[in-house]
């Protein structure tokens, strides 16, 4: 059920985006990779560990670093942002000990990561 409720969150949320006009920015989908980035360091806090804490936020800063130079040169970059989370969401729980990630969250958002990868990607291709 997590995928499937991950998978169509992340193509209402491209459609609404493209509807309403919000992807005619570049911003977007860097945005919402910020944002996708920053979960598993909520995740940390909540489960009140400092050493998930820190490993989450190394990690964050590569997907940002990642996604900041995509959002000045090229969206595909972030589309391999999203992509490469979705691998991260996969090995997520054999690489770091996060107490506060649930355990639906890994399926959810490998889900999200791929359509909206997915969903960037055909917009780039179709433009």
Excluded: Q
Aim: net charge neutral; aromatic share 14%; proline share 3%.
């Amino acid at each position: 059920m997590a995928y499937l409720i991950g998978a169509l969150l992340a193509f209402a949320v491209g459609c609404l985006g493209t509807v309403v006009g919000l992807d005619r920015d570049r911003a977007f989908y860097p945005t919402v990779m910020v944002v996708i980035a920053s979960y598993y360091a909520l995740f940390a806090v909540m489960g009140g560990s400092a050493h998930a804490l820190l490993v989450e936020a190394a990690v964050a800063i590569l997907f940002l670093a990642v996604t900041l130079v995509g959002f000045k040169y090229s969206l595909w970059l972030v589309v391999g942002a999203l992509a490469s989370h979705g691998i991260f969401d996969v090995l997520h729980g054999r690489l770091i000990a996060n107490p506060g990630v649930p355990v639906w969250w890994p399926a959810f958002c490998l889900a999200y990561d791929v359509v909206a990868a997915a969903y960037l990607a055909f917009l780039l291709r179709r433009a």
